[in-house]
Each structure stands twice: as C-alpha cells, then as structure tokens.
C-alpha cells in the first residue's frame, strides 16, 4: 500500500500493548509457573522463562521475524529482514485499509514478544528435569524451525492457512496449539520427574500463582486487543471478550470442582482463567461476549476433564498442563472460533457467514500446526540431545535444580 500515514494514536497503543505482552512474561509466567512448581525448583523455572525470553529476543531480531513476516511463499519468509535490515523507525506497516500505519519497527517488536511467550510456555511441560543450557538451545531452534514458520503460514498474506480463510486472530495455532504439542514432545524426549506418581508433588507457593495469573490476565489484554494493531473499535471488541471469557472460565472450573468434591480451589479458579484466554485468543476480533463466554467455559470443562481424569492415566508428566491447558484450549478456542462467529450468538461473521464451511477451515489449521509442531519440535530435541544432556541425574534432581543448575536458592531462611 502507498502513502501510508504512521499514526500517532495506533503507535502509542501498539507500544503500550508490546509492554503489556512482555509483562506476561516477565514476571507473570515466571511467578505463574513459579508458584506451581516444589521450592527447591522456583529460581530454575524462573531462570529458564527469563533466559529463553532473552534469546529468542535475539533469535527474533537475527532471522525470525524475517522468516515469519518478510516476503516468501506458503510455508515460510525470506531473509530480507535478517538482522532487522531496513527497520529504523520510518518504515510503515499498514493497520486497517484507510492508509493508516504504525511503524514496522514496532510491529516486528510486537511479535517478539508473541515468539518468545509461545517457547516459554514450553518450559512448564519439562521442569524440575530439563537443563538450562538444553531448553535455551531448544529455544533458538525452536523459534527457527517451528515458530516462524506457524506465524507465517497463519499471518502472512502469502501464508498457507491465511489463504486457507482460517481465523487466528491473536495466536490459538500460533501460540497455544504450538506451544501446547511442542510441550508434549518434550515430555516424550526429557521422560518423567523423579518420583513422578510416587511422591507428592504440590504447588509450593498459590499465592504466587495467583499474582502471576493475575500478571497474565492484564497482559493478555496486549495480545488480544493488540492484535487489532489500532486503537479502534476492533481492540475494544478484543478488549471486552478477554474480559468475559477467563471470567466464565473461572467460575466453570471452580464450578465443577464444587460439584465434585465441594470445595473449589484458587488453583482451579486460575487454570480456568488460563483456559478461557487460550480459548478466546483466536476468536476475541470475531466474536461477541455471548460466544466468547462459551468458549471460556467449554475450555476450562475440557481441560478440567483432560487433567483430572485422563492426565495420570496416560502416566503423562506434562508438569504444569502445558499441553492440558495452552494445547486443549487452544484446540477448543480455534476450533470454537467458528461458532464464536455465528451472528446468532452476536459474532462478526456476517449475515451470508457459512458455518460448515468455517468450521472445516478452522480443522484444517488446527490439523496443520499440530503436525508442524509435532514434527518440527520433535526435530529441534534430537538436534539438542545430539550436542548436550537433557537432563541431570537422580541426585541433582532430589536436590533440586536451583542448586543443581544455578547454584542458588530462593530460600535461605
């Protein structure tokens, strides 16, 4: 598009949201995942989050944005971006179709941060087992081989499931399908914790989990309604369903735990608001409160089905629900986007909307990035494991991976 105008009031609203998405990181995930692991383990998952941010951050900048978002075919970009060439703070990305723009500079920031929240998510599926050195390498790999290709494929105009017609507004396939099948293989390369199913293993801090959902909650609103890349009536749509679907998330989960055993946890109530963000990523830009609501609550009873009934059964020692929460979620919420969507439950998708048709589109992506995250992911562990250990032995292991990898402790008292 020519004669772009980068616009003031869109820019600021785009640097506002890349913070927010950063801050659900740092330190949202890292108290989040924090509290849910035992003490001896909180400063290596707290490390881990914050190493892998720091290299996909470079990783982003050296050829990942290039390979999701600058020219290419279907499959994945070109390296025309390498090293951010061309990107000083003039060159436009057009928002919207009136000639309006923000600058690239800070739209390929505003994906960094999506980047490096998707391979850190991963890192919940393996603590208290996997080393430092080995997940920060899985992390570049990661981005190179499975990331930027998904984002390209989704986002680009030349991508496979853009042209497909399939809705992924703010990351259902990019961000929680990935992160939630690549977590899955790396239970299946990294094995279970020591003692998993025959020692306890709780939460050794709910409060921090509750502040880090919390963190993630308010950031989420710069992913979702960020999304919309404007500060328009889109971000606002955005806006309001990240509101009500983690609130109907809430009170689904809590409320079949109620049901259950009577007493509904705090723990509960934040994986429930986890699973309907999930949910409502991909369709917060197409859906109305109504549909967003249900897909809030649908996402926190399948996953609250998948991890209390299921999870063990597997003997499935995905550590804090990686793919029980961000893979099923997302599933459900990319899948549900097609209903979110009916005009009859208040969507955007028009009065000619073809369910049927959407709904096979949505299958399509889901089918696409399970099997690209699968096999690509499964690829960057062989490659790690050819080079390095996966992890420490039994000993290092029961003292705890603080001391084992960092050499410290989060409690000295």
């Known amino acids: 598009m020519t004669n772009l105008i980068i616009d003031s009031?869109?820019?600021?609203?785009?640097?506002?949201?890349?913070?927010?998405?950063?801050?659900?990181?740092?330190?949202?995930?890292?108290?989040?995942y924090g509290g849910l692991v035992r003490s001896k383990n909180l400063l290596s998952v707290m490390s881990q989050v914050l190493g892998v941010t720091a290299v996909v951050i470079l990783t982003w900048v050296g050829w990942g944005y290039s390979l999701a978002f600058s020219g290419g075919?279907?499959?994945?970009?070109?390296?025309?971006?390498?090293?951010?060439?061309?990107?000083?703070?003039?060159?436009a990305w057009a928002v919207g179709s009136n000639g309006k723009a923000i600058p690239e500079l800070l739209f390929a920031a505003f994906q960094m941060t999506f980047a490096a929240i998707t391979a850190a998510l991963v890192v919940g599926a393996t603590v208290e087992r996997l080393r430092f050195g080995a997940m920060l390498a899985f992390a570049i790999l990661f981005v190179t081989v499975v990331y930027a290709p998904i984002a390209h494929m989704v986002w680009a105009s030349d991508g496979l499931i853009f042209k497909l017609g399939a809705i992924d507004f703010a990351g259902g396939t990019v961000?929680?399908?990935?992160?939630?099948?690549?977590?899955?293989?790396?239970?299946?390369?990294?094995?279970?914790?020591?003692?998993?199913l025959k020692e306890a293993m709780p939460p050794h801090n709910l409060a921090l989990v509750l502040v880090g959902m919390g963190l993630l909650w308010v950031g989420w609103f710069g992913f979702n309604a960020g999304s919309a890349l404007e500060a328009s009536g889109l971000a606002a749509v955005a806006m309001v369903n990240t509101l009500v679907a983690p609130a109907a998330g809430v009170l689904a989960w809590m409320g079949i735990e109620a049901a259950r055993s009577g007493k509904p946890s705090l723990l509960g109530g934040a994986s429930g608001a986890i699973a309907g963000l999930v949910a409502v990523?991909?369709?917060?830009?197409?859906?109305?409160?109504?549909?967003?609501?249900?897909?809030?609550?649908?996402?926190?009873l399948a996953c609250y089905a998948f991890i209390?009934?299921?999870k063990h059964r597997l003997g499935l020692d995905d550590s804090l629900d990686v793919f029980g929460i961000h893979g099923l979620g997302g599933i459900v919420g990319?899948?549900?986007?097609?209903?979110?969507?009916?005009?009859?439950?208040?969507?955007h998708g028009g009065v000619d909307y073809g369910f049927a048709a959407q709904l096979g589109k949505q299958a399509a992506a889901v089918a696409l990035a399970i099997g690209w995250s699968g096999v690509g992911s499964a690829l960057c562990f062989l490659l790690v494991r050819s080079v390095m250990k996966l992890r420490h032995g039994e000993e290092a292991e029961r003292e705890g991976l603080d001391l084992s990898d960092h050499g410290e402790r989060a409690y000295n008292a």
């Open 9 to 32: 009031g869109d820019t600021a609203w785009m640097l506002s949201s890349t913070l927010l998405v950063l801050m659900m990181l740092l330190p949202g995930l890292a108290l989040f």
């Open 73 to 91: 075919g279907a499959i994945v970009g070109d390296w025309a971006r390498a090293g951010f060439a061309g990107l000083d703070g003039s060159t």
């Open 175 to 196: 961000v929680h399908i990935n992160a939630g099948i690549a977590g899955l293989v790396a239970t299946a390369f990294v094995g279970r914790r020591t003692g998993f």
């Open 281 to 300: 990523t991909p369709a917060a830009g197409v859906s109305g409160p109504l549909g967003s609501i249900l897909l809030g609550a649908a996402a926190a």
């Open 308 to 310: 209390a009934r299921w």
């Open 334 to 347: 990319s899948l549900g986007t097609a209903v979110a969507a009916l005009p009859i439950l208040g969507g």
